[in-house]
């Protein structure tokens, strides 16, 4: 089994009230093969909600306690993410998924960037709360620009 970000199912869970649907991960979806996770909605944020970013570091900082996330407004939401991190990995060993293929990008869910926390679209290297929190226990993440890497036969 494979944690999927819900955005990308089709699921509308965004920070603006819409989603990221990718055709063949839905499908994915309903031959019961992958499980829908939004950290963010598993941490209690609503939707909509303001965008948030990481600001001062990537994913792995806030879950050292050295960076924080913000949303646009100024509020520190840094206790959902986390919260949302912990319930997803929390999904991820009840379903014992050892992959998950999440929204690039997104401060919970992107694996190799985010943005940089000034919320001018500006992106930078890095990783999401949750992406961090997956890692560190072993489990592999990919993004939505991996398909192919990580589902090679679904994707011909
Ligand atoms: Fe999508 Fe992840 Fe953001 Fe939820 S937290 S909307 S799954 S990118």
């Known amino acids: 089994m494979i944690l999927v970000s819900a ?19 839905a499908e994915l979806c309903r031959q019961g093969k992958v499980i829908p996770v939004c ?19 990537s994913g792995s900082d806030v879950l050292a ?18 919260r949302g991190a912990e319930e ?14 999440l929204k690039e990008s997104s ?4 694996s190799s960037t985010i943005y940089d926390g000034t919320f001018t679209g500006t992106k930078k290297a890095g990783e999401g709360v949750t992406t961090a929190l997956l890692r560190s226990h072993g489990i592999e993440v990919f993004s939505e620009k991996e398909l192919k890497k990580l589902l090679p036969e679904e994707t011909q």
Do not use: H
């Open 7 to 25: 955005c990308l199912l089709g699921i509308n869970c965004k920070y603006n009230g819409g989603n990221n649907r990718v055709p063949v991960l």
């Open 39 to 57: 950290p963010e909605m598993l941490g209690g944020l609503p939707i909509p909600r303001p965008p948030a970013e990481i600001r001062g570091g």
């Open 65 to 82: 306690g050295k960076a924080k996330v913000v949303n646009r407004e100024g509020d520190d939401v840094t206790a959902a993410f986390l």
């Open 88 to 101: 997803t990995l929390t999904l991820a060993r009840l379903f014992g998924a050892k992959k998950a293929l």
């Open 107 to 110: 401060p919970s869910c992107g």
